[in-house]
């Protein structure tokens, strides 16, 4: 009998505001944790209670799962804000982006990209060469789904990195993501950081690059934040379904962790 998986994923919103999200791709047997996880996160996020809290649970073929590899991560030293923004726009300038699109792409999540300044609950989707905005939905963006580690994968990255102290879920999560995002979707770079108030830390992730963590590129308590994929020459409803095909990460890139500059 093929192998099927579930996709599970949760979203809090509170007076129509984002909150949280979460996202799984498991067995059947891992529904009811992964449901009691994700509520859980829901309820105890920094950002407050929600007055909404959706859950849905879609059934996966195996033979609609793609395996990826996960993207090296390496850390650079920066100790301010400005520093930190800097260092995205030169990574993303070594990744094939304009200097231009990478500054603009920095000031949009600064300032919040959605409508009069607001947090989006999706990423935007910008043209590496002339900046523009491709996102069918700007009020919304666009969203990753249908993806999670494969357990052992998981571990063994988790060993791999240990010893310096980001072999948490948060960064798994976003390593994961961005790994797909670069694998599967020809994206050419992506840029991140949360709009979560207690986490000021981001990353520009690209194929050449992999992963690169920024560690300051937020005030703390700043509530703005959010997520920028560039891309060269693509349709964009043919790229925001690629967002959507199923993904596990199954394996980690010899070397997993490459010292930062």
């Known amino acids: 009998m093929q192998q099927e998986y579930y996709s599970v994923r949760m979203r809090a919103a509170e007076d129509g505001a984002h909150i949280s999200g979460g996202e799984r791709l498991v067995s059947a047997e891992e529904i009811e944790a992964r449901v009691q996880a994700l509520v859980r996160r829901a309820l105890t996020h920094e950002l407050g209670r929600p007055d909404l809290i959706q859950v849905t649970v879609e059934r996966v073929l195996g033979s609609d799962v793609r395996g990826v590899q996960a993207l090296p991560i390496s850390k650079r030293p920066v ?12 990574e993303l300038v070594k990744a094939g982006i304009s200097r231009e699109v990478a500054a603009q792409a920095v000031q949009w999540i600064a300032t919040g990209p959605g409508p009069a300044g607001t947090v989006m609950r999706g990423a935007l989707v910008m043209d590496a060469d002339t900046g523009a905005r491709l996102e069918s939905d700007p009020a919304r963006g666009v969203r990753v789904s249908k993806i999670d580690w494969q357990p052992e994968a998981l571990a063994s990255w988790q060993d791999a990195v240990r010893a310096e102290g980001i072999a948490n879920e948060r960064i798994a999560e976003a390593l994961a993501i961005a790994s797909k995002v670069v694998a599967t979707t020809g994206t050419v770079a992506e840029l991140c950081w949360s709009d979560d108030p207690g986490y000021v830390s981001g990353y520009v992730a690209s194929s ?13 308590g700043s509530p703005l934040g959010g997520r920028v994929f560039f891309v060269r020459g693509v349709d964009v409803l043919d790229y ?5 095909t199923p993904v596990l990460i199954d394996a980690i890139q010899s070397p997993a962790l490459v010292r930062g500059e």
Not at 240 to 244: S, Y
């Open 79 to 90: 100790q301010t804000v400005e520093q930190g923004r800097a260092m995205a726009i030169e």
């Open 208 to 220: 050449a690059l992999g992963y690169v963590r920024i560690p300051h590129l937020k005030e703390w």
């Open 240 to 244: 925001e379904k690629a967002l959507q």
